[in-house]
């Protein structure tokens, strides 16, 4: 997949590319690479600094647009996803010094509605600008300001192939190796990816995917009160690191061994009848839909908006599919919107 965004968002991921997530040359848009504090002296409002109060005089509670924190490991697709919120009408800003989304919500505010959504990129390239994320974050919370945090995730695996492509050294690796950068990074943002609304591991996902993903997530007219994704995977390829659940289908025996059965998938009516004759599959399914019910009503009020379900067998081929598909059914009915991947599926 060679075709590029005819508009890049400023400052891309320098190892997540429109090709198999191949790593691609980091630029700035403008063409100019301005220091920190130039960019923060920068955000001022005729000629004058801008307070960060959100709700001050003249700014009704009401005008202040939608936040959503994009961040996550260098070259996992961060600026990719960006980009495709900037396709769906968000306004995005790459690389802000994260003392100063305070600020870019208030000027937001002051839009008179032009600027509903703004999404703001916030990584490591800050450096010592990213100590400010926690103290911004609280500030953000106690004017009720309505935030997500996308965290992109990958494997190291992944992010070394991806630099090592592209021949760029990994922006804290100093003197080091990719993985001691690596290592320094998910040491860093730890607490973050805690806090992390929606997890995305890019692992194994080109572009596409990835937009796929972000699209599902955010490109829906109304924002439902919870979205979830249910996965089905084989145990043999991995756990799914963005995973929030995890169910284990191998209780119940497996059709690879049913001669007239195996070729198929869990998609396949007869696969999915096998499945659900063997004893404790309904009342699993039942159970466990009852729970997430249970799960739901949590999450709801904890202001979380995005669980990845993962249902996993041997292989992620018949069990783990046949169940996720019931499953997501029964989610769907009960007004959760519902998004179903068969992580595994055909790579046998």
Request: glycine share 8%.
């Given at each position: 997949?060679?075709?590029?965004?005819?508009?890049?968002?400023?400052?891309?991921?320098?190892?997540?590319?429109?090709?198999?997530?191949?790593?691609?040359?980091?630029?700035?848009?403008?063409?100019?690479?301005?220091?920190?504090?130039?960019?923060?002296?920068?955000?001022?409002?005729?000629?004058?600094?801008?307070?960060?109060?959100?709700?001050?005089?003249?700014?009704?509670?009401?005008?202040?647009?939608?936040?959503?924190?994009?961040?996550?490991?260098?070259?996992?697709?961060?600026?990719?996803?960006?980009?495709?919120?900037?396709?769906?009408?968000?306004?995005v800003v790459d690389n802000l010094p994260p003392a100063l989304i305070p600020t870019m919500v208030?000027?937001?505010?002051?839009?008179?509605?032009?600027?509903?959504?703004?999404?703001?990129?916030?990584?490591?390239?800050?450096?010592?600008?990213?100590?400010?994320?926690?103290?911004?974050?609280?500030?953000?919370?106690?004017?009720?300001?309505?935030?997500?945090?996308?965290?992109?995730?990958?494997?190291?695996?992944?992010?070394?192939?991806?630099?090592?492509?592209?021949?760029?050294?990994?922006?804290?690796?100093?003197?080091?190796?990719?993985?001691?950068?690596?290592?320094?990074?998910?040491?860093?943002?730890?607490?973050?990816?805690?806090?992390?609304?929606?997890?995305?591991?890019?692992?194994?996902?080109?572009?596409?995917?990835?937009?796929?993903?972000?699209?599902?997530?955010?490109?829906?007219?109304?924002?439902p009160e919870l979205r979830a994704t249910v996965m089905s995977f084989g145990f043999k390829y991995?756990?799914?690191?963005?995973?929030?659940?995890?169910?284990?289908?191998?209780?119940?025996?497996?059709?690879?061994?049913?001669?007239?059965?195996?070729?198929?998938?869990?998609?396949?009516?007869?696969?999915?009848?096998?499945?659900?004759?063997?004893?404790?599959?309904?009342?699993?399914?039942?159970r466990y839909a009852e729970l997430l019910r249970l799960i739901a009503t949590g999450y709801r009020?904890?202001?979380?908006?995005?669980?990845?379900?993962?249902?996993?067998?041997?292989?992620?081929?018949?069990?783990?599919?046949?169940?996720?598909?019931?499953?997501?059914?029964?989610?769907?009915?009960?007004?959760?919107?519902?998004?179903?991947?068969?992580?595994?599926?055909?790579?046998?």
């Amino acid at each position: 997949m060679t075709e590029r965004d005819a508009h890049p968002t400023a400052q891309r991921d320098p190892a997540f590319s429109e090709t198999q997530g191949e790593p691609e040359e980091t630029h700035n848009e403008s063409g100019q690479d301005q220091p920190q504090e130039a960019q923060a002296e920068a955000v001022q409002e005729n000629g004058a600094e801008v307070s960060t109060d959100a709700t001050a005089a003249g700014v009704p509670e009401a005008a202040i647009p939608e936040l959503v924190i994009i961040s996550g490991m260098s070259g996992a697709g961060r600026s990719t996803a960006a980009k495709c919120l900037e396709d769906l009408g968000w306004f995005v800003v790459d690389n802000l010094p994260p003392a100063l989304i305070p600020t870019m919500v208030e000027l937001g505010a002051r839009s008179q509605g032009n600027v509903a959504r703004i999404a703001v990129v916030v990584d490591v390239r800050g450096r010592r600008f990213f100590d400010n994320l926690r103290e911004s974050l609280a500030d953000l919370d106690s004017r009720s300001v309505t935030r997500r945090i996308v965290f992109l995730e990958s494997s190291d695996d992944a992010l070394v192939r991806r630099f090592e492509s592209v021949r760029r050294p990994h922006p804290l690796q100093g003197d080091g190796r990719i993985v001691d950068g690596i290592a320094a990074e998910r040491e860093l943002l730890r607490e973050l990816r805690g806090d992390a609304d929606l997890v995305i591991d890019t692992s194994s996902l080109n572009v596409h995917e990835l937009r796929a993903k972000m699209d599902a997530q955010f490109a829906g007219e109304e924002e439902p009160e919870l979205r979830a994704t249910v996965m089905s995977f084989g145990f043999k390829y991995g756990l799914p690191v963005d995973a929030d659940l995890v169910a284990d289908m191998r209780f119940l025996p497996n059709p690879h061994w049913v001669p007239e059965l195996r070729p198929y998938t869990g998609l396949n009516e007869e696969v999915s009848a096998y499945v659900f004759n063997q004893p404790g599959a309904k009342e699993f399914l039942d159970r466990y839909a009852e729970l997430l019910r249970l799960i739901a009503t949590g999450y709801r009020r904890e202001g979380k908006r995005y669980v990845t379900i993962a249902i996993g067998c041997t292989g992620g081929k018949h069990r783990s599919v046949a169940v996720s598909e019931k499953l997501a059914a029964r989610l769907a009915a009960e007004g959760v919107e519902t998004v179903v991947v068969h992580r595994d599926m055909g790579r046998e």
